[in-house]
């Protein structure tokens, strides 16, 4: 779904069919119908220096989302005729300008506005409304190879990845949001170091070597662990875990050659990745460095096991290194991820715009979308890949960015079905019983006023209606078959 801007067009909802507006695409489920938005929010940006836009990429951008919760503080305090249009604007995500503009535009005073702004879902760009246990097992066996002792890093990352998220989401309170997260950090980890050691135990058995001493299976739990845990990390619903986690990678690479230590790598991941949760940044270093500090000195555990005591100072070293990197990661990560998301996602709209205003009236077969697509990712990937790596950067940016977004066009191409009346319909349906669910769900344990019921009446009627006119649109196509 695309997030509505100030330059998103968000359905013109007339006084009549304010309960049924605004509709959803059923290819995309964006709005359908429309309002203009005259101004973009950022009208003035072309008067900043370079430095202020630059500045201005980097801080977050927050989406705003009107839930079942924001309906149970809105219901109290706003008169019948605007608590339809908040409940008609249930689960549609909104960047700030969009959001503010939008409710500017359906008539709603500066101190309504606010009011909405203080009972809305508010998450920043990029975050997941859950964990994902994909992205845990892909990051984690992706991390885990690479700097986790190769296939025993692949399988500990990605089974303590997938495992550890699992366990977190199954395991989360209302109450204690945070539990979620520290549940799957700490699953990841212990999953991550058992299939680290079973994983070792099998290759020594399946190549009929030695069996692994105790310094090698400590060794491949310690990475182990801290694959499954990078994973799990790796799953986070917050974009600014995953953002610490590449920031820890960097600052790891940077902290691993400079004490020899080729498990820092991991202990910066981790300590980016928990630091990264932290909503401040003065947090993001306290609990980065703190976790990269205790994996840190977990790393050099199999120092100290082959030396003694001789193997103390390598320890303090990587815990010294290892807080470094983490709180540094913490911090770095998620201001470089950020800084590139909103260039990208700023870039993507002068682009959309710019397309579809030359492309207006004219009709363009599957190729030649495709190789629109394909040029729109070069252009936004070659200048990134550029920034980081020079002209074989540009290359290599441009190549992915033309095979990402223009398989993706593809594909949607490909897979694209025509809308028909019975296609609208069943898409009116469905946005009538969403809207409806969302003021049910705020009426639990509450008490039903007469404002209520009005709401849910008139509410129920437009789902009956929506689903006697799917019904019509449906046996009328029938017919013509």
């Not at 059923?26 to 973009?40: A, L, R, S, W, Y």
């Not at 975050?127 to 890093?153: H, Q, Y």
């Not at 949760?277 to 994996?295: H, Y």
Request: aromatic fraction near 4%; include cysteine.
């Amino acid at each position: 779904m695309r997030i509505l801007t100030s330059n998103n067009n968000v359905g013109a909802i007339k006084t009549d069919d304010i309960k049924l507006t605004p509709q959803k695409s059923i290819n995309t489920g964006e709005p359908v119908d429309k309002v203009e938005i005259n101004e973009h929010a950022g009208s003035g940006e072309k008067f900043l220096s370079l430095g202020k836009k630059v500045l201005d990429y980097a801080k977050p951008k927050y989406i705003y989302k009107i839930n079942a919760s924001s309906l149970k503080s809105l219901r109290e305090q706003l008169p019948v005729d605007k608590l339809k249009i908040a409940a008609s604007l249930v689960n549609i995500p909104f960047l700030e300008e969009g959001f503010t503009t939008t409710l500017a535009n359906f008539g709603f005073s500066k101190e309504e506005i606010a009011l909405f702004q203080q009972c809305a879902n508010v998450s920043e760009l990029g975050d997941k409304s859950s964990s994902s246990s994909t992205s845990a097992a892909m990051g984690g066996g992706l991390e885990g190879f690479m700097f986790g002792g190769g296939p025993v890093g692949l399988v500990a990352g990605a089974i303590g990845g997938y495992a550890g998220t699992k366990i977190g989401e199954a395991t989360k309170s209302k109450d204690n949001p945070l539990s979620g997260d520290l549940n799957s950090l700490l699953a990841g980890s212990a999953i991550g170091a058992g299939t680290g050691v079973a994983v070792t135990l099998a290759m020594g058995a399946l190549f009929g070597g030695a069996i692994p001493g105790a310094t090698t299976l400590t060794t491949a739990a310690i990475l182990g662990g801290l694959s499954g845990a990078s994973g799990s990390l790796s799953g986070n619903a917050f974009t600014s875990v995953s953002d610490g986690i590449s920031g820890g990678v960097m600052t790891g690479l940077v902290a691993q050659a400079l004490t020899g230590n080729s498990g820092m790598v991991l202990a910066g991941s981790v300590g980016g990745g928990v630091g990264g949760r932290a909503a401040t940044t003065a947090g993001k270093l306290i609990l980065g460095g703190g976790a990269g500090a205790a994996t840190g000195a977990l790393t050099a555990i199999p120092a100290v096991m082959m030396l003694g005591t001789a193997g103390l100072p390598i320890m303090g070293i990587s815990a010294a290194a290892g807080a470094i990197s983490g709180a540094s990661g913490a911090v770095i990560g998620p201001v470089m991820r950020r800084t590139i998301r909103n260039i990208t996602m700023d870039i993507n709209h002068k682009v959309d715009a710019k397309m579809d205003k030359a492309l207006e009236g004219r009709k363009i077969g599957t190729l030649g979308k495709t190789a629109a697509g394909a040029g729109i990712g070069v252009v936004m990937f070659a200048p990134i890949g550029l920034i980081f790596g020079g002209a074989t950067g540009a290359a290599i940016g441009a190549g992915a960015g033309a095979l990402i977004f223009g398989g993706k066009t593809l594909y949607e191409q490909l897979s694209k079905k025509k809308i028909t009346d019975v296609d609208i319909k069943k898409a009116e349906l469905d946005r009538a019983k969403e809207v409806l669910k969302g003021y049910n769900e705020s009426l639990e344990g509450q008490a039903i006023t007469e404002k209520d019921k009005l709401m849910l009446n008139d509410m129920n009627s437009v789902v009956k209606a929506a689903e006697q006119d799917y019904e019509e649109v449906r046996k009328n196509a029938e017919v013509k078959k």
